[in-house]
């Protein structure tokens, strides 16, 4: 905001233009007097006389002046150049300048330019000041110190004075970062002059005030750079928080222009957007000068703050018209002005007064001051002829003299009405010439009026008009608004059910497959619960079979003889030699086989297609992972593999094959499996299988022939079967067919 040396910066700029301006227009100090309440009074030049006595009088140090010299350390930011200036300055009117400079600290406000009594123990902390709202609805800070400036460099020491007393801190990003925002408020106090354009109209009503703040907002601070902890780190969250404030109020005033709605703007969350509230109002205008730093590191910082200068160039604030300060003659001031330069020449050139310095004289003491003076009239003595002879001489000298100068008056009397009669007669041609005119410019003028009242007439239905296309048009836009809100509830509606179609039909899907893959399970299962069926039945079909042809071709010349139930009681039965069984041993539990592996990890995969054998020993590995399907995942967890394949045998039995392998990782990260070996478990059926007992006496009797051919189905009197359509697996059966003995 200040620049740098020899090249100033926004501040300087501001108070060259002003100065420029107004320089030959100031009034004198303290004529302009501020009050408490954000007002202004005029005082008079007597009283602003004994004030600036009263002040000059005071031991306090006085309000710098311009002509001092500078300080150094802002010398080189001041660049004074008088082309800078507005052309269009009322120079009717007076002007004053008054300046003040406050921080918004933590969200409080501080006086920079408060003079604190110095304590050397105890040094008070400075107090904040309240922000107060006067007759016009206008924000202001209660208190403040407000200095009366006269020139640039004035105004820029008082600035200097505040800047030194601004809270900056060390961070890891700015060696003098700020930690507050400031303010620098500069007020105009502008007032006309009276009729006679010498004095300030002493009416309080033609005061106009202006002001122009000059605002240094802190920038946002990121705390993962800037590294800040305690302090600094709170007065990061505050500088944040007011200028996200700030940003909320200028998107809801960007809101309420675009979409003509009336939501409150949020002013009051902050001391910065309280204090500027009037700004946004349509009390003046805002200007938002954005630095950006050309650093790659900063770029997201200052992507930001470029898009939140974009959105504030959206912000439209409606100005109110200025009024007019007083019906007064305008250019009174240069009249007064040439009115005394041409007294004062007048004089000069009778040798009189020059500019004013005595009384006014009246035309008569001028007319006697050119008769010569009378001599003493003081007779001492009776026989004094002198002093009368010289009375007589000087009374007859000055009755000639008045006669000449009334001959002299009379002829310029004459000369005098003759002009007067000239300039009369030329007044009255001009008059007439100039009601002429005037009656010219009064036709055109009531022309004029009646084009105006027509072209009032049309601006008014057309008015009329706009309003009513701008009811239709905001009616259209709330019916866009309800039907793109519609479309979009539509939309969002098909896309649900939409998704909800694909969810159904992916859920569908995946029950007619499960159902499918239930059935065909179901299908081969009750195909091998048939076909074991049907076994069964041919294999006792075959048994009977040969149980009739033994019958058969049996000789028929010996004739059975039938032992009485004694001789069976004493002679034992002679049966196929078979096992002994283990005298009282503990019943048989099923165990399954367990793979010569089992300390590694396997996985175990099982297809779905193969069916359950249900036999007393089944292959089982312990802490294995079963898939249905080999995947990348389980293979990268084991380092042995097992498949588990069923096919049907040449005799028409399950046989079950235990294909084992190596699981090895791949070079492209995947897994291969190297397969070493085979187990295979196979299932006989006992139909048509025979075995020869192995007795131990190598000459059986004959009575031993009956026994002499047994099966499994003879010494076991119970046979598993499994009944077709059943759900619940394999049923039990008594199967005990009677043993035929020969007779």
């Not at 000369?415 to 036709?443: H, M, P, R």
């Not at 309800?482 to 098909?494: C, V």
Request: with cysteine; charged share 30%.
């Amino acid at each position: 905001m200040t620049g740098s040396p020899g090249d100033g910066g926004l501040l300087p700029r501001c108070l060259d233009m002003i100065f420029n301006s107004i320089g030959p227009f100031q009034a004198k100090r303290f004529v302009f007097k501020l009050d408490d309440k954000n007002g202004v009074d005029v005082q008079c030049e007597v009283d602003a006389l004994l004030e600036r006595q009263k002040r000059d009088a005071m031991p306090v140090p006085k309000t710098p002046s311009g002509k001092r010299q500078m300080d150094p350390e802002f010398a080189d930011m001041i660049n004074v150049q008088d082309h800078c200036k507005v052309d269009e300055v009322d120079e009717d009117n007076v002007y004053s300048v008054f300046v003040s400079y406050i921080e918004i600290y933590n969200n409080y406000i501080y006086d920079l330019l408060e003079e604190a009594p110095f304590e050397l123990i105890k040094p008070k902390p400075p107090q904040s000041k309240i922000l107060r709202e006067d007759q016009n609805h206008n924000m202001y800070v209660t208190g403040c110190t407000e200095v009366e400036v006269k020139s640039t460099e004035e105004a820029f020491e008082v600035f200097w004075k505040g800047q030194k007393k601004r809270r900056i801190a060390n961070t890891q990003l700015n060696r003098e970062s700020s930690r507050s925002h400031s303010v620098f408020i500069i007020k105009l106090a502008q007032a006309p002059l009276d009729a006679d354009g010498d004095n300030v109209l002493q009416e309080k009503e033609q005061i106009t005030l202006s002001q122009l703040s000059l605002v240094d907002l802190a920038g946002s601070e990121r705390t993962n750079r800037t590294k800040a902890e305690g302090n600094r780190l709170r007065e990061a969250g505050n500088i944040n928080q007011s200028l996200m404030t700030l940003r909320t109020c200028i998107e809801v005033l960007r809101e309420n222009q675009m979409y003509g709605t009336n939501k409150m703007v949020p002013y009051r969350d902050s001391k910065l957007t309280h204090l500027f509230k009037n700004y946004f109002d349509g009390e003046g205008k805002v200007r938002m000068i954005v630095c950006v730093n050309p650093k790659a590191e900063d770029y997201e910082e200052s992507l930001q703050v470029m898009r939140f200068a974009e959105m504030t160039q959206e912000v439209e604030v409606a100005r109110p018209v200025d009024r007019p300060l007083c019906g007064l003659t305008p250019g009174r001031r240069f009249r007064n002005q040439a009115f005394r330069e041409e007294l004062a020449r007048k004089l000069e050139m009778r040798g009189g007064p020059i500019n004013g310095e005595t009384e006014e004289q009246s035309a008569s003491e001028i007319f006697l001051q050119n008769f010569p003076p009378l001599p003493s009239c003081e007779l001492l003595d009776l026989n004094d002829d002198q002093t009368l002879p010289k009375l007589i001489e000087v009374l007859e000298k000055r009755h000639k003299l008045r006669q000449m100068l009334s001959e002299e008056f009379a002829k310029n009397v004459l000369a005098f009405k003759t002009t007067l009669q000239e300039f009369d007669s030329s007044v009255i041609s001009k008059e007439n010439y100039i009601q002429g005119k005037l009656s010219e410019k009064e036709k055109t003028i009531a022309g004029q009026k009646m084009e105006l009242e027509r072209l009032e007439k049309k601006i008014k239905t057309l008015e009329y008009k706009i309003e009513i296309l701008e009811k239709t048009a905001t009616i259209y836009e709330e019916d866009k608004r309800n039907l793109q809100q519609e479309l979009e509830s539509k939309s969002q509606k098909l896309q649900r059910q939409a998704s909800d179609k694909r969810r159904l039909e992916a859920r569908l899907q995946g029950m007619v497959a499960e159902t499918t893959m239930k059935w065909e399970k179901e299908c081969e299962r009750r195909v091998a619960a048939k076909q074991l069926e049907m076994q069964n039945k041919l294999w006792v079909k075959d048994e009977k079979l040969k149980q009739l042809k033994a019958i058969v071709t049996e000789p028929k010349n010996e004739k059975p003889e039938r032992p009485s139930r004694e001789r069976d009681r004493e002679k034992p039965v002679q049966r196929s030699v078979s096992p002994s069984p283990v005298p009282n041993a503990p019943p048989v539990r099923l165990r399954h086989r367990r793979s010569r592996s089992a300390g590694e990890r396997w996985v175990d995969h099982k297809p779905p297609s193969n069916l359950p054998t249900d036999t007393v020993m089944q292959p089982h590995v312990p802490h294995a992972i079963t898939v249905a399907a080999a995947s990348e995942k389980a293979l990268a967890k084991c380092d042995k593999y097992m498949l588990t394949h069923q096919e049907l045998a040449s005799d028409g039995e399950i046989e079950t094959k235990l294909i084992k392998g190596d699981v090895f990782k791949t070079r492209g990260g995947g897994q291969a499996v190297q397969f070493t070996e085979i187990e295979t478990l196979k299932q006989e059926s006992p139909t048509g299988r025979k075995r020869r007992s192995s007795p131990s006496n190598p000459d059986p009797p004959e009575d031993a022939a009956d026994s002499e051919w047994t099966d499994v189905e003879t010494r076991c009197s119970v046979a598993v079967e499994m009944r077709a359509g059943s759900a619940l697996g394999p049923g039990y059966q008594h199967h005990a067919q009677p043993k035929r003995r020969k007779p």
